[in-house]
Structure formats: structure tokens, C-alpha cells
T-cell receptor
Framework: DTGVSQDPRHKITKRGQNVTFRCDPISEHNRLYWYRQTLGQGPEFLTYFQNEAQLEKSRLLSDRFSAERPKGSFSTLEIQRTEQGDSAMYLC??????????????FGPGTRLTVT | AQKITQTQPGMFVQEKEAVTLDCTYDTSDQSYGLFWYKQPSSGEMIFLIYQGSYDEQNATEGRYSLNFQKARKSANLVISASQLGDSAMYFCAMRDPNQAGTALIFGKGTTLSVSS
């Protein structure tokens, strides 16, 4: 079990550029989540996938954000026309559901985005 | 709406002492789950412990235990015999039943500093 991985770990971009992040979940996990964490705050839910289907999106996920999980394995999160307010840590998590008695999610190391 | 409150921005403890990190929650649901995660400076969220609302006993995982007081809506994390490696940010989280995919709602976190 290699854990959840994310790439890149850090991304610096200029305002207005598009960026794409990748998440590779734990291999047998069927659910994949994206969260955003700004400085001094806890993570906030963005969206989640059950296998390849995107089943829920938060109000935080504006039209500039899009996420995919084409084959039910890895996922990508794209931000178009980045704004300075998009600067944050983007965390990916995965889980295996149903799993008796608990629903813990396992997080990756995150991608830190800085928009200049 | 569900809410998680962590009132301690920072806590300081000496090695080998026990420390309690506070968490209160607000929900009108009967079935819910509570989590604690640790986030070291590297950024990765590490799952520590889970408590289901119908669990009769307080959850324990090694040096971590959860002091669950359902009537008071509190789920405090107790770390026994603190170690230097416990220095990190700690987040209390709740499974959000409004999000079908069991997304988590997080508190703002408590920074724990362990000194020798």
C-alpha cells in the first residue's frame, strides 16, 4: 500500500494561467475526494468521485474548476484562469466504502498552489 | 448546518505528559461520525482516530483516545505520554451527512507544541 500521491507538490503560476493537479489514490479505494485548505483553516470539501462518477460538488467549486477521474483510478483537478484567491493547498483523499464501522479518508501530501 | 469548533488555537505540553485537545460539534443528525487528523508541517493529513455516534465505548488507538460526550456534543482528543513528534496541527472533523459522499467538515485546528 503506497498511500495517496499527488503531483506536483508545489506549483507557482501567474494569474490567468491554467493549472492541473493529479491525484493517485490508494489502489483499491473507490472514493476520491478533493479538498482545499487555506492558511490557518481546516480543509474544505470541493468534490468527490465514486469510481469514475463525480457525485457531489461543493459551492466552492466555481465554473473555473473542473475535476475528472476518467477510469476510476487517478483524478485530475484543473483550475482555469487562476486568481490570487486560488492560492491554497489542494488535498486529495481516498476511501473504501462501504467499510464496516468507519469512513476514514486517507490523504495525500497535497499540492501547494501559489498564484502571483 | 453542521459545525465543528476547536477553541484552542495553540497548546503547549512537555514530553511524557498527557494533553487534551478540545472539539465540540453541532448537528441535528442522530447518526454521525467524528474524526481526528494530525497535520505535521509537511502538510499531509494523518488519520488518528474515529468515533461513531452509536459507539458505546470511547475509541482508543495506541496513545490516542477520544473522550466522547454525546450529550455535551464534545469529542476531545487525549494524547497520553506526549512525544516531540506529536508537535503538529490537529483537526477535528465530522462526516457531513448533507454531502452524500461522506465528505468531511473540519474545524480550524489546534497547534500542539511538545517541548523536552
Amino acid at each position: 500500500d503506497t498511500g495517496v500521491s499527488q503531483d506536483p507538490r508545489h506549483k507557482i503560476t501567474k494569474r490567468g494561467q491554467n493549472v492541473t493537479f493529479r491525484c493517485d489514490p490508494i489502489s483499491e479505494h473507490n472514493r476520491l475526494y478533493w479538498y482545499r485548505q487555506t492558511l490557518g483553516q481546516g480543509p474544505e470539501f470541493l468534490t468527490y468521485f465514486q469510481n469514475e462518477a463525480q457525485l457531489e460538488k461543493s459551492r466552492l467549486l466555481s465554473d473555473r474548476f473542473s475535476a475528472e477521474r476518467p477510469k476510476g483510478s487517478f483524478s485530475t483537478l484543473e483550475i482555469q484562469r487562476t486568481e490570487q484567491g486560488d492560492s491554497a493547498m489542494y488535498l486529495c483523499a481516498s476511501s473504501l466504502v462501504p467499510r464496516p464501522n468507519s469512513y476514514e479518508q486517507y490523504f495525500g501530501p497535497g499540492t501547494r498552489l501559489t498564484v502571483t | 448546518a453542521q459545525k465543528i469548533t476547536q477553541t484552542q488555537p495553540g497548546m503547549f505540553v512537555q514530553e511524557k505528559e498527557a494533553v487534551t485537545l478540545d472539539c465540540t460539534y453541532d448537528t441535528s443528525d442522530q447518526s454521525y461520525g467524528l474524526f481526528w487528523y494530525k497535520q505535521p508541517s509537511s502538510g499531509e493529513m494523518i488519520f488518528l482516530i474515529y468515533q461513531g455516534s452509536y459507539d458505546e465505548q470511547n475509541a482508543t488507538e495506541g496513545r490516542y483516545s477520544l473522550n466522547f460526550q454525546k450529550a455535551r456534543k464534545s469529542a476531545n482528543l487525549v494524547i497520553s505520554a506526549s512525544q516531540l513528534g506529536d508537535s503538529a496541527m490537529y483537526f477535528c472533523a465530522m462526516r457531513d451527512p448533507n454531502q452524500a459522499g461522506t465528505a468531511l467538515i473540519f474545524g480550524k485546528g489546534t497547534t500542539l507544541s511538545v517541548s523536552s
